[in-house]
């Protein structure tokens, strides 16, 4: 991370005071510490050097020449064209307190956003809202040049955008609290870094929620017209997915109203009716077997086939119909007949046995003409 750089440089600074003032020991102190937060090739030689060095006056001003040229030398190679700092800039005070120094260090062990804003679970949007407002003014990087500031400035704003809207607040709290990650070095990534990778980033970056806290209308603005935009975008496609579910489901329906339509134009009215209708209201009879049926107005203009055939057939479809009305009828009686045994019921026996069976009775007639 460039906070562990610039602190770990900062380091390497303090260590070539020390060394130049005689404190060994603090000298490699320092070394180590950057070592450990961020290696470099320059805090190696540097520490070999310290380590090898000696504390008389001769010595210790050669060896304190030779660890400044290594170090701006090493400045140079590593970081670019960064400002070589005179003998007195490394007296000067830092352009940072302790508070703030501390305000960043604070953030950057924490393990969720809760702890970020020092706020609980329970907390209220209000209550959020003004711990982000302290902690933002406090880590801002116009006003905090203390190493690691910005990321501390980002990790506050994101904390504090997920937590004030309910439905990331919700899923943070479902996957969010308390994780942890590991980098290739073994080293941990602080939560709201991962938690950030997993998805819970805010809609606004840190920039534009400090400008709406703190009197940036037009961020405000623009942050409203890409959320409103963005919901817009989730309506319309799922209008269009509601859309296509709906035409995909009357397409069977439509399918047979189609077919049926066109099988209508295709299959004629039949020639006869056995029952009389609206349409049928012409009555005739069978030659043979007197069988009534009924046709059309037009039925002479219509039909142009032969009658006797036509009347075979009314009267096949006739005694086919008294069949199977007879056959309901002798069903039912012997339903009943079954029902009166086994109840050994003698009265019921007796009607069952006079049921009346008028289909039965026709057909036998037709059947002996």
Not at 130 to 154: I, T
Not at 196 to 214: C, H, K, T
Not at 332 to 360: H, T, V, W
């Amino acid at each position: 991370m460039d906070g562990n750089k610039d602190e770990a440089h900062r380091c390497i600074d303090i260590a070539v005071q020390s060394f130049s003032e005689g404190k060994i020991e603090k000298a490699e102190k320092f070394l180590l510490k950057a070592e450990k937060l961020f290696p470099t090739q320059r805090a190696k030689e540097l520490l070999a050097k310290v380590k090898s060095g000696t504390t008389t006056g001769a010595e210790k001003t050669s060896n304190s020449a030779s660890l400044n040229h290594s170090a701006s030398g090493e400045n140079a190679d590593n970081d670019g064209p960064r400002k070589r700092k005179n003998s007195d800039s490394r007296h000067a005070e830092p352009e940072y307190s302790k508070d703030q120094l501390d305000a960043v260090r604070k953030v950057k062990s924490c393990r969720n956003y809760y702890e970020i804003l020092s706020v609980s679970k329970e907390a209220t949007d209000s209550e959020i809202k003004k711990s982000y407002k302290k902690l933002a003014l406090l880590l801002h990087p116009d006003k905090n040049k203390a190493p690691g500031a910005s990321d501390a400035f980002k990790a506050v704003g994101n904390a504090a955008a997920v937590l004030t809207d309910a439905e990331k607040r919700k899923q943070y709290d479902l996957y969010g609290i308390n994780e942890t990650h590991s980098s290739g070095h073994g080293v941990r990534r602080d939560t709201y870094e991962y938690a950030y990778a997993r998805g819970f980033q805010a809609e606004v970056s840190p920039e534009d929620l400090f400008n709406m806290f703190f009197g940036g209308g037009f961020a405000q603005q623009n942050v409203y017209m890409r959320q409103q935009r963005r919901r817009q975008q989730h309506r319309d496609d799922g209008e269009h997915q509601s859309n296509s579910s709906a035409l995909i489901n009357f397409l069977p329906i439509l399918l047979l109203i189609g077919l049926s339509m066109i099988s209508s134009f295709f299959i004629s009215d039949p020639i006869y009716s056995l029952t009389p209708s609206h349409k049928y209201a012409v009555k005739r009879e069978t030659n043979r077997l007197k069988v009534p049926y009924y046709v059309k107005n037009n039925f002479h203009a219509e039909y142009q086939g032969s009658v006797g055939r036509l009347e075979e057939s009314v009267e096949e479809d006739f005694i086919d119909h008294l069949k199977y009305s007879c056959s309901r009828e002798r069903n039912y009686r012997d339903s009943m007949l079954a029902k009166a045994r086994s109840f050994g019921d003698r009265e019921l026996f007796r009607k069952a046995q006079n049921i009346n069976m008028p289909s039965c009775d026709n057909l036998q007639n037709y059947l002996n003409t």
